[in-house]
């Protein structure tokens, strides 16, 4: 494919795809797995600053010209960066996806893929993911529904929402400054859980979880099942729930683990 230039919305297909590679600044980025053998792209809204698309080897990149992920990092201190663009992308499922932005909203649904996502102060909400899924932000949130792979998900500010079912010798490692971190795992979850926060307050519906007395911290472990997987949250000031989703019509809330 030669290189493209996009100024207008419009719409193309892209042939021969294997991976996915993005640089937004600003706007939306959608990206869902599809039976189709092909990329559709769809660019619904874009301001003066055009989209520039280009197919090597089977990857296919979409971003500004000129902008990389040292650009990306550094606008996520800088409002002088006013590109902005909608973008809906439904990619074969094999798909390996990269996504870098500053400030837009990232979402990426049904993929057996790996998936990666570089956020700044956009929100990210992925669903129905199971290939490892690895995420880092700084104050934008994380919605994460049906993971059944590998995550990590690393924040400064924002907070993560977790619903995952972990399978076995699978491991979800989930981390946060200041940001709050839920975790909905199901009645039946096979995983060994440690949750800590140096001045968070930390609460759990599992029964089997239970808090660990240690100076200066709040800490709390246990085994759900057998404990193949492995559930790992870590926050210096941001509190952890662990919620039993196996239960929820009837839960009578997270009873305290501090």
């Known amino acids: 494919m030669k290189h493209t230039k996009i100024s207008r ?8 795809v294997t991976a996915i590679r993005s640089f937004v600044v600003r706007g939306r980025l959608q990206v869902i797995g599809t039976d189709d053998s092909f990329v559709t792209l769809e660019v619904s809204e874009i301001d003066q600053h055009p989209l520039h698309v280009r197919c090597e080897d089977g990857l296919l990149y979409l971003g500004h010209q000129e902008t990389t992920w040292q650009q990306l990092l550094k606008g996520r201190l800088s409002k002088r960066h006013a590109r902005r663009s909608v973008v809906s992308l439904a990619v074969p499922r094999h798909c390996k ?3 870098w932005s500053v400030a837009a909203e990232v979402v990426a649904c049904d993929s057996p893929s790996a998936v990666q996502v570089h956020n700044g102060d956009g929100g ?3 669903n129905h993911l199971s290939g490892p899924v690895e995420v880092e932000t700084s104050s934008g949130h994380v919605d994460a529904i049906g993971l059944s792979g590998d995550v990590e998900i690393r924040s ?5 929402a977790l619903s995952a079912t972990p399978r076995r010798t699978r491991n979800v490692k989930l ?3 200041s940001g709050d971190i839920s975790i909905c795992l199901p009645q039946t ?11 968070g307050r930390i609460s759990s519906q599992f029964s089997t979880i239970g808090p660990v007395k240690m100076p200066g911290q709040s800490r709390a472990k246990g085994d759900l ?3 193949s997987a492995s559930v790992w949250a870590n926050s210096v000031s941001g509190r952890i729930a662990l ?3 196996g239960s929820t019509d009837d839960a009578e809330g997270p009873g305290s683990a501090r």
């Open 124 to 126: 990210t909400t992925l």
């Open 189 to 199: 979850a096979d995983a060994r859980v440690h949750l800590e926060s140096l001045n």
């Open 97 to 99: 996806l990269d996504l």
């Open 225 to 227: 099942g057998h404990g």
């Open 9 to 16: 919305p419009q719409r193309m297909t892209v042939e021969g």
């Open 175 to 177: 981390s946060s400054v």
């Open 156 to 160: 400064v500010s924002g907070a993560i």
């Open 243 to 245: 919620l039993n989703g």
